[in-house]
């Protein structure tokens, strides 16, 4: 079966512009997690999302957002970029709810933003 | 909120060597996961510990869930270059939000 897919996977943006990322879960998965990785932070939840409704969230500005569709496939937006935002955006898909499973989750190969 | 510490950060280690990370969390977790991302790569999901004191084997890799669970260690036996990368413990709070915290992570060299 097709694993998480992210697009796009590489993008560079300049400072204020803003950015939409997508994520496809792998099919029958609800639950969509965002996670920020910069060499210095490491991962950094972003948000969660099952059946279309945010479950968690970091501590991330406003400027990030993301919402779900019906057919769990996710975005998420950056507003005003900076300079600091420039790092790989991981999308993960799990089954169920994070807080509720037991299970893993199944990451996808990233999308890599550059901010100039 | 809850932190996930992971150390070394970074451990060179000749082949055949062994090799330990530590994982301690500032709260009870509700389960541990170990990850590991090879250079360039993404996550990949290695195991899963939700008993007080569990210990869990794969080949050559040991993990261990501390007995108060907030602790956990990954032990691998003689290293092999295949080995290398960065492995990330993801803790879950035992109450409240429960998205999983990942550790800052373990980069692993091996030297052939």
């Known amino acids: 079966k097709a694993g998480v897919t992210q697009t796009p996977r590489y993008l560079i943006k300049t400072r204020g512009q803003q950015v939409t990322l997508s994520c496809s879960p792998i099919s029958g998965h609800r639950s969509v997690s965002w996670y920020q990785q910069t060499p210095g932070q490491g991962l950094q939840f972003l948000f969660e999302?099952?059946?279309?409704?945010?479950?968690n969230k970091g501590n991330f500005p406003g400027r990030f957002s993301g919402r779900q569709f019906s057919n769990s496939r996710s975005e998420m937006n950056v507003s005003t970029l900076e300079l600091g935002d420039s790092a790989l955006y991981l999308c993960a898909s799990s089954q169920t709810l994070q807080g509720a499973n037991t299970g893993e989750l199944f990451f996808g190969e990233g999308s890599r933003l550059t901010v100039l | 909120g809850q932190q996930v510490m992971q150390i070394p950060q970074y451990q060179h280690v000749q082949e055949g060597e062994d090799f330990t990370t530590y994982c301690n969390s500032s709260t009870t977790l509700s389960n541990i996961q170990w990850y590991k991302q090879r250079p360039g790569g993404h996550p990949v999901f290695l195991i899963q510990l939700v008993k007080s004191g569990e210990v869990k084997k794969q080949k050559r890799l040991t993990f261990q869930f501390g007995e108060a669970k907030k602790n956990s260690s990954l032990h691998i036996t003689a290293t092999q270059t295949t080995d290398v990368g960065t492995y990330f413990c993801a803790g879950r709070r035992d109450t409240g939000r429960r998205a999983l915290t990942f550790g800052s992570g373990t980069r692993l060299q091996v030297q052939p």
């Open positions: 999302y099952f059946s279309e409704t945010q479950r």
